[in-house]
């Protein structure tokens, strides 16, 4: 392996003076020349590695289909020792595969003059045939001796910590694999057991396995971190599981992330080469981590001409000019107060996931800091004003999945403009305190006509959800919701009956001539109409200062002491193996689960529209029952059933992709059930928690 260092004709001998504390490494890595041929297309795809001390130090990116590569590559070092040489080894990126070597050489640090940056080529051989010649890479490196003070500051950290902070990476590319369609049946039964390999760079992920089908859902997110300025790829392999054989491949694709624009969530449906079917994906390019976060001072709600333009966009006289776009939402991302401690080290290494229906933005990550600053501004185009923006904080592991902080779920419709709030942060679930506030400033712009049209159409649905998990508690509590919803139905009958039984002759006489008034005027149109009474009723309490919602705090206490059940639930199952007994009936049991959590959800939702939870949809039902009440009035009831149906039958006919909906249902599925009352509602900070507290909100270190 040959070194060969062009320094300038009248350099001095290399002085190395005795014993600095560390030393500095400055390396550019250049280009290659003439490297080695790895693929069957007469190319290689090059990167290169530097290690120190067996350990990995620095990786650079992948040129494609290269001999001559140029990188540009910078790399500032700090080295303890120079005993210990620079070894570069150079890879073919091989899709799928192991990566191809291309060649290696040393480094001696020893040899090189401080202070002084330096040309090198180093000759790249194969250990194993050190006659062939595998082309030579140009370097340009500068060693400088550091003193005492960059010892202690380096004490603190780890090498490997030292170095990786040295290539700090640009961006964060977050993949949702949602799907799988018709794919390529490699099993004698028809099907396949499909999984999903992604690859950028030296980073991976392996999807779960999804046994005996062609259409699989995955329904998993993940982060890569983007190290190109430009993008870069990301390959896919989709391959079959076969136990005890080799896996079968099954088709690849790629995403060119250059072609694709930032901070905006793209919906990508792939086609498999070398296969059949296709991958659905959602793939969003954010935030950066190689400057400081600025975006506070660059938004466009700040600026007096851009908010007027867009408050024009969304003004009443353009109600009917593209019914999707509804508004749009600014979220300032500015920091957060006491986060839990999720390291050993007493820190936490917390960034920010700004989530809003499918789409998904990200912040940058603050290392060793339970009071991070990220000052980010995130833009959402509002498609459906009932959407609810959820701010989680996570700890960054590069070893294994984030650790989750705390998270607050925020609908559209509850922000205050502009203000400036302190959000105290709750569990994953949204039933309970964790510690740390968050502080965010939220803007929310959007057409009311707009809004109130999308109501009625099917609202858009989550790709990545939580998945259900079999639990009693979750059983007992959707079982006490729709039991609760039926005693509400048996008082009210029990109610009526006593005004047949004379319990009490004034309400009986109020009801007798009550009955006889309605009956004796009844129209239809009197239907709608009578609709609209509780819902003034109950407007009248609420501006009166009475709550008709007391059914909040009930379900607040539930979802509490169903927290601790979780808690217990999980120490039993492990001891007593809980969730192996109900294993066989583990899709029974969801979909019980599921079916009273519906039945219950929709009943509390009809009396949430009737007491005001939602102001915007109660009057929305209002100008409902009050069109209704006018249209049944004025027009004939044949008149109106027949334009109902002759509507219903032609709708097919007029447009065959129609989706049909129940108009009734989608507003419903706007309206929050108790459940999501107490878990959209915020929980009040409390400045001096008691130690009680403190110990529960902050169970250990992760």
């Known amino acids: 392996m040959g070194i060969n260092i062009v320094a300038p004709s009248n350099a001095e001998p290399p002085h190395q003076p005795p014993g600095p504390a560390m030393y500095q490494l400055d ?60 070894y570069v080894k150079v890879f073919d990126y091989d899709f799928g595969l192991q990566d191809d070597f291309m060649g290696s050489a040393n480094l001696h640090l020893e040899s090189l003059e401080h202070q002084r940056t330096l040309d090198v080529t180093l000759d790249l051989k194969d250990p194993q045939y050190p006659e062939h010649n595998l082309g030579s890479l140009d370097l340009a490196v500068t060693l400088s001796p550091k003193e005492g003070d960059m010892r202690d500051a380096y004490q603190s950290m780890r090498l490997s910590d030292v170095h990786r902070k040295a290539q700090l990476w640009r961006g964060i590319v977050s993949i949702s694999l949602i799907e799988g369609r018709s794919l390529q049946p490699m099993d004698a039964n028809g099907f396949s057991d499909p999984y999903v390999k992604f690859r950028m760079g030296h980073q991976k992920y392996k999807s ?102 867009i408050m024009q966009r969304y003004s009443l006289w353009r109600s009917f000019n593209n019914l999707k776009d509804v508004g749009v939402v600014q979220v300032k991302v500015i920091r957060a107060d006491g986060l839990m401690a999720a390291d050993v080290t007493g820190k936490s290494d917390p960034f920010c996931v700004v989530e809003l229906s499918n789409d998904r933005l990200q912040t940058h990550t603050v290392y060793k800091n339970l009071n991070p600053e990220w000052n980010k501004v995130f833009t959402f185009n509002v498609k459906d004003i009932h959407s609810v923006l959820e701010v989680s904080v996570y700890d960054e592991d590069r070893d294994r999945s984030a650790d989750f902080l705390g998270k607050v779920a925020i609908p559209l419709l509850n922000i205050q403009n502009g203000e400036r709030k302190a959000y105290a942060l709750k569990s994953k679930e949204l039933t309970g305190p964790t510690k740390g506030v968050i502080f965010l400033e ?76 309605v009956v004796w005027n009844f129209e239809l149109y009197m239907i709608p109409l009578a609709l609209l009474l509780p819902l003034a009723w109950n ?8 709550d008709t919602r007391q059914d909040v705090q009930a379900m607040e206490d539930l979802l509490e002491d169903e927290d601790e059940e979780f808690d217990r639930d999980d120490k039993d199952s492990e001891r007593k193996g809980f969730m192996n007994k109900l294993y066989a009936i583990q899709d029974v049991c969801i979909s019980v689960q599921n079916a009273l959590d519906e039945v219950a959800s929709y009943g509390e939702r009809i009396k949430n529209t009737f007491n005001w939870t939602v102001p915007f949809l109660s009057w929305l039902a209002i100008v409902a029952f009050g069109a209704a009440t006018t249209i049944i009035y004025f027009i004939p009831l044949r008149y109106i059933v027949l334009a109902w149906g002759v509507n219903k039958f032609t709708k097919k006919l007029r447009d065959p992709y129609t989706i049909d909906n129940n108009e009734l249902l989608d507003f419903l599925s706007r309206v929050p059930s108790d459940v999501q009352v107490v878990q959209y509602r915020e929980l009040k900070l409390d400045p001096n928690p008691s130690p009680n507290k403190r110990k529960k909100n902050n169970p250990g270190v992760h």
């Open 442 to 517: 939220i803007d929310v712009i959007f057409n009311a006509v707009k809004a109130g049209l999308t109501t009625l159409i099917p609202i858009e649905q989550k790709y990545i959800e939580e998945e259900p998990r079999v639990s009693k508690q979750l059983l007992l509590r959707n079982f006490n919701r729709v039991r609760r919803c039926i005693m509400f139905l048996i008082n009210t009958g029990c109610y009526i009956n006593s005004c047949f039984e004379w319990d009490s002759p004034q309400r009986s006489i109020c009801a007798l001539v009550l009955f006889v008034i």
């Open 539 to 546: 407007y009248i309490l609420i501006a009166s200062g009475k």
């Open 208 to 309: 779960k396995t999804i046994p005996k089908t062609l259409n699989p859902q995955w329904r998993e997110q993940f982060d890569f971190h983007l190290y190109e300025e430009h993008g870069g790829y990301v390959d896919i392999t989709v391959w079959d599981k076969d136990a005890g054989k080799k896996d079968d491949f099954m088709g690849r694709c790629t995403v060119n992330l250059s072609h694709l624009t930032k901070e905006h969530t793209h919906k990508l449906d792939l086609p498999l080469e070398e296969g059949e079917g296709l991958l659905v994906l959602l793939v969003t390019l954010t935030a950066s981590a190689a400057v400081s976060i600025s975006d506070l001072s660059v938004n466009m709600l700040d600026d007096p001409h851009e908010r007027h333009q």
């Open 27 to 86: 390396i550019i890595l250049k280009k290659g020349s003439n490297l080695a041929i790895r693929d069957r297309t007469g190319t290689s795809d090059p990167y290169v590695k530097f290690k120190i001390a067996g350990k990995e130090v620095f990786r650079s990116k992948t040129i494609h289909k290269n001999l001559n590569p140029v990188w540009d590559d910078r790399v500032s070092l700090l080295v303890e020792s120079l005993k210990d040489p620079l």
